[in-house]
């Protein structure tokens, strides 16, 4: 959602300074969702993707018993919950030690989009998505980026913006800003942007203070939405 946050505090969506889930081991994630088949599917991809524990929930109640000991490496939630509001969960769920949140929901409009990276989430799929966006979303996650759905990513920054200040900014990018915030998408740190381009963490913190002005935010979830929707990035 490291760098330049606003006032919103959407920037703890980024988790450029979290550390990558362990790879020899797996990783351990959480399914929290009402529908058996929902999770059972989610569950199974998961596993895919090398989970080694994975913990189900079918409400807030449960995802809080089941999710307070051990390693919290990635959670996947729906908003739509039985006793309460998934938003809740992200909240609870970040403050509790889980490094990445991922909300699988069919709640499609900017408010819920929005809600959700203002709480804490870095991802944000739908439901009705193909397994490949949904796979391909979470391992972006899984690897430290922020996403949102390419469905959503226009409302995301419709419902962050309102018009177009950010859009006509986007125009005024030059390229190497437009290459900081390709690495800023795939989850980097100041520094690591700095190892990858050779630059100084002085001169990419400087490159994307232009990009905060010229784009009207300083929080990185919201400029990478603003980016993915005019197809500056992808």
Do not use: C
Request: aromatic share 2%; hydrophobic share 45%.
């Amino acid at each position: 959602m490291t760098a330049v946050a606003d006032s919103t505090g959407v920037a703890q969506a980024s988790t450029a300074g979290a550390p990558a889930p362990r790879a020899a081991g797996g990783f351990t994630a959480l399914v929290v969702d009402d529908h058996p088949l929902v999770r059972e599917s989610m569950v199974n991809r998961l596993r895919s993707l090398g989970a080694s524990d994975v913990i189900e929930a079918a409400s807030i109640a449960e995802a809080r018993a089941r999710a307070r000991s051990g390693p919290r490496d990635l959670a996947v939630l729906d908003l739509g919950l039985p006793d309460g509001s998934g938003i809740e969960l992200v909240q609870l769920l970040r403050a509790a030690g889980w490094q990445r949140v991922v909300v699988l929901s069919a709640a499609d409009d900017p408010y819920s989009v929005r809600a959700a990276f203002v709480a804490g989430a870095q991802g944000y799929l739908l439901k009705s998505a193909s397994p490949v966006v949904v796979t391909d979303g979470v391992r972006q996650v899984l690897g430290g980026g922020v996403y949102a759905d390419p469905s959503v990513a226009s409302l995301l920054a419709a419902g962050l913006r309102g018009s177009a200040p950010g859009e006509s900014g986007l125009s005024d990018l030059s390229g190497r800003e437009v290459e900081v915030l390709r690495l800023v998408a795939d989850g980097k740190s100041n520094k690591e942007i700095g190892e990858t381009l050779g630059l100084s963490a002085l001169t990419v913190k400087s490159h994307l203070a232009r990009i905060a002005r010229k784009l009207g935010t300083g929080d990185r979830a919201e400029m990478v939405a603003l980016a993915m929707r005019a197809g500056v990035i992808r």
